[in-house]
Nanobody, 116 residues
């Protein structure tokens, strides 16, 4: 059974940091491109960051470049999103996504709220 389980969300003040984790099971994690998306209330789901399965190449949305960092630990079947200098506009539900030709999986999401 395929599972992607996100954790690490919560309430943080502007300028603060959070690290999201996504634990994967039920598929060959190391062969999948991993992504983080987010969706704010009333808005479309937005791609935040990508990490490739080979070489570890990363890509970021302009809105988070320089503040967020995606990484993966294939030994632990886990992908991370380190978020720093958080802004109120980063408030959203953050989703983990696994992608490979012919297959894709989604996590259930974790809420991140940036507010004073």
């Amino acid at each position: 059974q395929v599972q992607l389980v996100e954790s690490g969300g919560g309430l943080v003040q502007p300028g603060g940091s959070l690290r999201l984790s996504c634990a994967a099971s039920g598929f060959t994690f190391s062969t999948y491109q991993m992504r983080w998306y987010r969706q704010a209330p009333g808005k479309e789901r937005e791609l935040v960051a990508i990490i490739y399965s080979v070489g570890g190449t990363t890509i970021y949305a302009d809105s988070v470049k320089g503040r967020f960092s995606i990484s993966r630990d294939n030994a632990k079947n886990t992908v991370y999103l380190q978020m720093s200098t958080l802004k109120p506009e980063d408030t959203a539900v953050y989703y983990c996504h696994a992608r490979r030709t012919g297959n894709e999986y989604w996590g259930q999401g974790t809420q991140v709220t940036v507010s004073s």
